[in-house]
C-alpha cells in the first residue's frame, strides 16, 4: 500500500470512527430524554405489551371528596393524587373513565372497558375478576352515629340498630356485617345521604372508610355527628384492581407502586385532612383534650388531698411527739427534785446519827464518875 492510500485509509477511518462516536452520543442523549422520568425496569414482555398499548384506561368509585371530586373539569382528591404517582412511573398515560357508580365502574372491569378499577380491598378481594396489586394505602372502616350517642364497647349494642351502607359496596357492608350480625341494613347511594338519615335520627348510624367520614362530618356535620367506632382494629390495604387475563400490566403496576415513596402518599393524605380540618373546629378533639386535663386535674387533686392527709398526720404526730417530750422533762425534773430531797433527808439523818453516838458517849463519860459519887455519898 502505497503512503497516500495508507494517509486516506487512515483519514476515513478517523471519519467513520468520528460519526460512530457521534451516533452513539445523539442515541445516548436521546435514550436518557426519552426515559428520564421512567422509574421502573421493565421486562422485554413488559414493555412490549406497553408498546401495543396508547393509554391504560382506569375508573374511580365515584364518591366525592376526600377520595375523589371534579374541579374544572379534572380529578382531585386523594386518589387521583396517588395515581398521578403512580402514572409518574410508567411510560404510558392514564385515560380516566368517568362513570357513575361503583357497580359500573366493576361491570367495566369485567369487560375489560376499563384496565384498572381502583380501588379494592387487598384481601379479601370480593371481585374474582380483578387481581389486586401490591399495597397502595391503608385505612379503616368507621361507624358515623348522632354526636350525644355514647360509645360502645360490646358488639350487641348495635343489635336490631339501623346502619346505612352505599349501594354496591359490598366489602364494606360484609365486614361490618361480620362484626355486628345483627343490625338492620339500609342502603343509599351516596355518602351525603348516609349522613342526612344519620342527621335526621331515621338510621342509628353509617358505615364507611375513615377517610370520607372525617371529611364530610366536618366540613357538613360538624356539631351533629361523630365517628362512633372503628369496625377493624387492624387497618384494611387497598390496592389497584387489574383484570386477571393481564399479568403483564399487574406486574408493571407493582414495580410502579413499590417505586412510590410512602412519604407522598402519607402527604396527600395529610395535605386532605389539614385542608378539612380548617373548614371547621374539631369540638372531638377539644372534648378529648378536656377530658385529658380533667383526669390530670382529678389525679392532681386527689394526690394533693393524699399529701395533705399525710401531712396532717405528720403534724399530728410532731405534736404528739413534742407533748410526750415535754411530759418527760417534767417527770425528769420532779425526780432530779425527789432525789435531792431524799439526799437531804439522808444527810440530815446522817447528822443526827452522829450527834447522837456523840451524847452517849458523853453520858458514858460522866456516867463512872457520876456512879462513884453515888456510891461514896
Same mark, same amino acid.
Not at 171 to 194: E, N, R
Not at 226 to 246: L, Q, T
Not at 331 to 343: A, F, G, N, R, V
Given at each position: 500500500?502505497?503512503?497516500?492510500?495508507?494517509?486516506? @485509509? +487512515?483519514?476515513?477511518?478517523?471519519?467513520?470512527?468520528?460519526?460512530?462516536?457521534?451516533?452513539?452520543?445523539?442515541?445516548?442523549?436521546?435514550?436518557?430524554?426519552?426515559?428520564?422520568?421512567?422509574?421502573?425496569?421493565?421486562?422485554?414482555?413488559?414493555?412490549?405489551?406497553?408498546?401495543?398499548?396508547?393509554?391504560? %384506561?382506569?375508573?374511580?368509585?365515584?364518591?366525592?371528596?376526600?377520595?375523589?371530586?371534579?374541579?374544572? =373539569?379534572?380529578?382531585?382528591?386523594?386518589?387521583?393524587?396517588?395515581?398521578?404517582?403512580?402514572?409518574?412511573?410508567?411510560?404510558?398515560?392514564?385515560?380516566?373513565?368517568?362513570?357513575?357508580?361503583?357497580?359500573?365502574?366493576?361491570?367495566?372491569?369485567?369487560?375489560?372497558?376499563?384496565?384498572?378499577?381502583?380501588?379494592?380491598?387487598?384481601?379479601?378481594?370480593?371481585?374474582?375478576?380483578?387481581?389486586?396489586? %401490591?399495597?397502595?394505602?391503608? =385505612?379503616?372502616?368507621?361507624?358515623?352515629?348522632?354526636?350525644?350517642?355514647?360509645?360502645?364497647?360490646?358488639?350487641?349494642?348495635?343489635?336490631?340498630?339501623?346502619?346505612?351502607?352505599?349501594?354496591?359496596?359490598?366489602?364494606?357492608?360484609?365486614?361490618?356485617? @361480620?362484626?355486628? /350480625?345483627?343490625?338492620?341494613?339500609?342502603?343509599?347511594?351516596?355518602?351525603?345521604? =348516609?349522613?342526612?338519615?344519620?342527621?335526621?335520627?331515621?338510621?342509628?348510624?353509617?358505615?364507611?372508610?375513615? @377517610?370520607?367520614?372525617?371529611?364530610?362530618?366536618? +366540613?357538613?356535620?360538624?356539631?351533629?355527628?361523630?365517628?362512633? %367506632?372503628?369496625? %377493624?382494629?387492624? /387497618?384494611?390495604?387497598?390496592?389497584?384492581?387489574?383484570?386477571?387475563?393481564?399479568?403483564?400490566?399487574?406486574?408493571?403496576? +407493582?414495580?410502579?407502586?413499590?417505586?412510590?415513596?410512602?412519604?407522598?402518599?402519607?402527604?396527600?393524605?395529610?395535605?386532605?385532612?389539614?385542608?378539612?380540618?380548617? +373548614?371547621?373546629?374539631?369540638?372531638?378533639?377539644?372534648?378529648?383534650?378536656?377530658?385529658?386535663?380533667?383526669?390530670?386535674?382529678?389525679?392532681?387533686? @386527689?394526690?394533693?388531698?393524699?399529701?395533705?392527709?399525710?401531712? =396532717?398526720?405528720?403534724?399530728?404526730?410532731?405534736?404528739?411527739?413534742?407533748?410526750?417530750?415535754?411530759?418527760?422533762?417534767?417527770?425528769?425534773?420532779?425526780?432530779?427534785?425527789?432525789?435531792?430531797?431524799?439526799?437531804?433527808?439522808?444527810?440530815?439523818?446522817?447528822?443526827?446519827?452522829?450527834?447522837?453516838?456523840?451524847?452517849?458517849?458523853?453520858?458514858?463519860?460522866?456516867?463512872?464518875?457520876?456512879?462513884?459519887?453515888?456510891?461514896?455519898?
Amino acid at each position: 500500500m502505497s503512503p497516500s492510500h495508507f494517509s486516506n @485509509y +487512515n483519514h476515513n477511518s478517523d471519519k467513520i470512527t468520528t460519526m460512530t462516536f457521534k451516533q452513539i452520543f445523539l442515541l445516548s442523549i436521546f435514550t436518557l430524554f426519552s426515559y428520564a422520568d421512567v422509574q421502573v425496569l421493565l421486562s422485554k414482555d413488559e414493555t412490549n405489551y406497553l408498546k401495543n398499548k396508547k393509554e391504560i %384506561n382506569i375508573c374511580f368509585s365515584p364518591k366525592g371528596l376526600p377520595l375523589l371530586g371534579y374541579k374544572d =373539569g379534572q380529578n382531585i382528591g386523594i386518589l387521583p393524587e396517588i395515581m398521578s404517582l403512580v402514572e409518574k412511573e410508567i411510560p404510558l398515560p392514564f385515560r380516566y373513565v368517568p362513570v357513575r357508580t361503583w357497580k359500573e365502574c366493576i361491570e367495566l372491569s369485567k369487560e375489560k372497558k376499563v384496565d384498572i378499577a381502583a380501588m379494592i380491598i387487598t384481601s379479601p378481594n370480593k371481585h374474582l375478576h380483578l387481581m389486586p396489586s %401490591n399495597k397502595v394505602l391503608d =385505612g379503616f372502616i368507621g361507624i358515623a352515629t348522632k354526636i350525644n350517642e355514647p360509645f360502645f364497647n360490646e358488639l350487641h349494642n348495635l343489635d336490631g340498630k339501623k346502619v346505612a351502607f352505599i349501594r354496591g359496596q359490598v366489602s364494606v357492608q360484609q365486614l361490618v356485617k @361480620y362484626k355486628f /350480625p345483627d343490625i338492620d341494613i339500609v342502603l343509599v347511594d351516596s355518602i351525603d345521604d =348516609g349522613l342526612k338519615l344519620v342527621a335526621k335520627g331515621k338510621v342509628y348510624g353509617y358505615a364507611d372508610e375513615t @377517610y370520607s367520614l372525617a371529611y364530610n362530618i366536618l +366540613n357538613l356535620y360538624n356539631n351533629e355527628l361523630k365517628i362512633m %367506632n372503628r369496625v %377493624n382494629e387492624r /387497618p384494611i390495604s387497598a390496592s389497584i384492581g387489574v383484570h386477571k387475563d393481564k399479568i403483564e400490566l399487574l406486574s408493571i403496576i +407493582n414495580k410502579a407502586v413499590d417505586a412510590v415513596d410512602e412519604k407522598k402518599i402519607r402527604d396527600i393524605i395529610h395535605s386532605w385532612i389539614s385542608v378539612r380540618v380548617e +373548614n371547621g373546629f374539631d369540638y372531638t378533639f377539644l372534648m378529648q383534650i378536656a377530658s385529658f386535663l380533667l383526669v390530670v386535674l382529678l389525679v392532681s387533686l @386527689y394526690w394533693v388531698k393524699k399529701l395533705l392527709k399525710e401531712v =396532717g398526720k405528720r403534724k399530728e404526730v410532731e405534736y404528739e411527739l413534742q407533748k410526750f417530750n415535754n411530759n418527760l422533762e417534767k417527770e425528769i425534773s420532779l425526780k432530779i427534785q425527789e432525789i435531792h430531797y431524799k439526799d437531804a433527808m439522808l444527810l440530815e439523818k446522817t447528822k443526827l446519827a452522829a450527834m447522837g453516838e456523840m451524847i452517849g458517849s458523853i453520858a458514858h463519860q460522866w456516867r463512872r464518875p457520876l456512879s462513884t459519887l453515888h456510891i461514896n455519898v
